[in-house]
């Protein structure tokens, strides 16, 4: 018989870190070698309960373990930050098209980010960093809504705002004691004055409102709509382009996405719902 | 192609019956259903006049299946060859367009593969196609040409047998005893009878023929009102999405059995409300009239886009399911309407 593609392949989580309230990373061993390029998703399966999509937040480089980072949202995300360390889960995928790597060489890379939609950004920032001087400079604007509601904190308070070639700010809507940095929107912290627009491309991952406002602003700031990629979110089921539940006008986010650039769709009226 | 004759359908059934698992049409109220073949029942089965009311998927694709067991990996139950008499030319032409979505290149899906290869498919000619029948519009006929292993026609005194394909070829040389050579009349009376059909399916069907290609007044209609206003009849109860022989739509889910988990597959349906929604809670189209156009767009605009062909085959069986009596071909004449009425204000505009 063919390969069935509904099969998950057999995996572990082997940690659980806590990122926020809501939102934890789930370190997973996969049974079998399972590699993945930034940017592209998988079908995680508790086995029994459900399976929800998710694009790892580990570099693609790592290829013994890959790291999930998971809000709680719905049932199975709810189910997944009860479990423990040693839970098997299952994997499919991975599927869609990620981040086209081979086209940001050269360029300055403005990435515009919040709340757990930093996740598919760690992918992305630890792929660029990897590789750093072929790169203009990577650019991040990062938001969230409260000082404790950023993911990564470790590596984002300090770490990665040291590393050369990266100009990394971030912003909370609502601030707490400690907090000395900005206060407001994602789009209150972006300006194009040290970015060559013409030579750039942007990278946004984010709430649907967030996502919206920030396309918006790099319109405006002369971005092409074709070098603006988005990370979509949709009720990506099958992974395969089969079932229909995450169709983007003729799109199949699963297969065709989940990144997408503006300019692809720009013209139908539901990408931000 | 090679045809044979046959005076009486019950020896050619039986034959069948004797290979493989046979599923013919039985009527049942206005319409017909497929039932498994019983070589002892007092009336032979008759051929259908129309396309059954069950959707051809349902022997390919059905309502619910096993996926994937979990750990460990086990092979899908075994399809025995299983052959289906009454199927017409939009049946024929549905599987066309499933085949391009479950058989294409990339992403195969086997319990589907399995069953088609396993399908023996004997075609049937409509002779007096049902009120709610379009396919016309959508270039179908009456009658099929090709996608069958064996076609059969009714004619005076019998039934004129067409060859399809190898296996059907196999099947009548095996049972050479039961066919004889077709008088020439008799094929003649059949293509007749095939073009008055037509003809009918045609003329009943005048008004779908647009100026504009379908999918062009499809793809203009976003801003349109026509949605909203059919929703205000819809009741929400999937009939059309689960009679239409070309919607697809699946769901995944999980279940625990006493020893394994494992992946189920079930016919969904973007009519659902919950269909499109994310765990956080957004959804493309919370609002009924948009679901409605998101499947229309789909048919006649996506899937045209994607693979080269519409997602409809005019066989009407939404039009007889729904119990909120729209009619697509209504939806569509609307849309048409509204696509001229736009054209012309804008043309006063430019004078």
């Known amino acids: 018989m063919n390969e069935n593609p509904y099969q998950p392949i057999a995996g572990e989580i082997t940690d659980i870190i806590d990122e926020s309230p809501t939102i934890k990373t789930f370190v997973v061993v996969p049974d079998k070698e399972f590699r993945f390029e930034t940017g592209q998703f998988v079908e995680l399966t508790l086995p029994g309960e459900g399976e929800a999509p998710f694009t790892p937040s580990s570099s693609p480089a790592e290829t013994k373990k890959m790291d999930i980072t998971i809000m709680k949202a719905g049932r199975v995300t709810g189910l997944l ?4 360390k040693g839970q098997k889960v299952g994997i499919r995928g991975p599927y869609g098209n990620g981040y086209p790597i081979a086209d940001f060489v050269g360029k300055y890379i403005y990435v515009v980010a919040g709340g757990v939609g930093l996740a598919p950004m760690r992918s992305l920032f630890l792929t660029l960093v990897d590789r750093i001087k072929d790169f203009k400079s990577v650019v991040c604007r990062l938001g969230a809504r409260t000082p404790q509601d950023f993911i990564y904190k470790d590596a984002l308070f300090g770490p990665w705002q040291k590393i050369a070639g990266v100009d990394m700010k971030l912003t909370v809507d609502e601030a707490d004691g400690d907090w000395k940095g900005n206060v407001g929107v994602v789009t209150t912290i ?5 970015v060559d627009i013409k030579n750039a491309v942007a990278v946004v991952c984010g709430p649907p409102i967030m996502m919206r406002f920030a396309t918006l602003k790099l319109l405006e700031f002369g971005f092409a709509a074709k070098d603006i990629y988005l990370s979509m979110e949709k009720n990506m089921s099958c992974g395969i382009g089969k079932c229909g539940h995450c169709m983007l006008g003729k799109y199949y986010v699963c297969k065709d996405g989940p990144v997408f650039t503006y300019e692809q769709i720009k013209d139908y009226p539901d990408i931000w719902d | 192609m090679e045809a044979v004759f046959i005076s009486k359908l ?3 059934l039986d034959a069948v019956a004797e290979e493989m698992e046979l599923y013919v049409p039985k009527k049942s109220g206005d319409y017909y259903i497929f039932n498994r073949y019983d070589p002892a029942a007092e009336v032979a089965a008759e051929v259908n006049n129309i396309r059954a009311c069950t959707p051809v998927k349902e022997f390919l694709f059905p309502l619910r299946e096993l996926a994937a067991v979990f750990p460990e990996t086990v092979e899908p139950e075994d399809v025995k060859p299983f052959a289906i008499f009454g199927l017409k030319d939009c049946d024929l032409r549905s599987m066309e367009i499933l085949d391009k979505v479950f058989a294409e290149e990339e992403f195969k899906d086997p319990f589907y593969l399995k069953r088609r290869e396993n399908m023996f498919i004997i075609s049937s000619d409509c002779s007096d196609p049902g009120e709610s029948c379009f396919c016309s519009a959508f270039d179908g006929r009456p009658y099929a040409s090709s996608g069958f292993d064996l076609n059969v026609a009714k004619v005076r005194d019998g039934f004129v047998i067409e060859v399809g394909s190898e296996k059907g070829k196999e099947f009548v040389e095996k049972h050479s005893q039961l066919f004889t050579e077709v008088p020439g009349t008799l094929l003649s009376e059949r293509d007749e009878n095939r073009s008055e059909t037509q003809k009918q399916l045609e003329q009943k069907n005048a008004e779908l023929e647009f100026d504009t290609p379908l999918k062009e007044i499809v793809e203009n ?5 026509v949605f909203d206003v059919e929703a205000k009849n819809c009741v929400e109860c999937q009939a059309c999405t689960r009679i239409c022989p070309t919607c697809h739509c699946f769901y995944l889910y999980d279940t625990r059995q006493k020893d394994y988990f494992a992946k189920m597959k ?12 994310v765990a956080g809670g957004a959804n493309p189209r919370k609002v009924l009239g948009d679901r409605i156009k998101h499947r229309l767009m789909h048919k006649f605009v996506y899937f045209l886009d994607r693979y080269g062909i519409d997602m409809c085959v005019g066989c009407g069986r939404c ?4 119990a909120g009596e729209m009619n697509i071909r209504t939806v569509l004449k609307k849309l048409s309407e509204e696509l001229k009425d736009r054209g012309k204000k804008k043309s006063k505009v430019t004078k």
């Open chain 2, 10 to 12: 019950r020896p050619f």
């Open chain 1, 81 to 84: 930050h009860q479990c423990k």
């Open chain 2, 221 to 225: 209609s976003q801003e349109s009102e």
């Open chain 1, 190 to 194: 972006c300006e194009n004055k040290d």
């Open chain 2, 319 to 322: 039009i007889d399911g729904c």
């Open chain 2, 266 to 277: 079930m016919w969904d349906s973007c009519m659902r409300q919950a269909y499109a929604e």
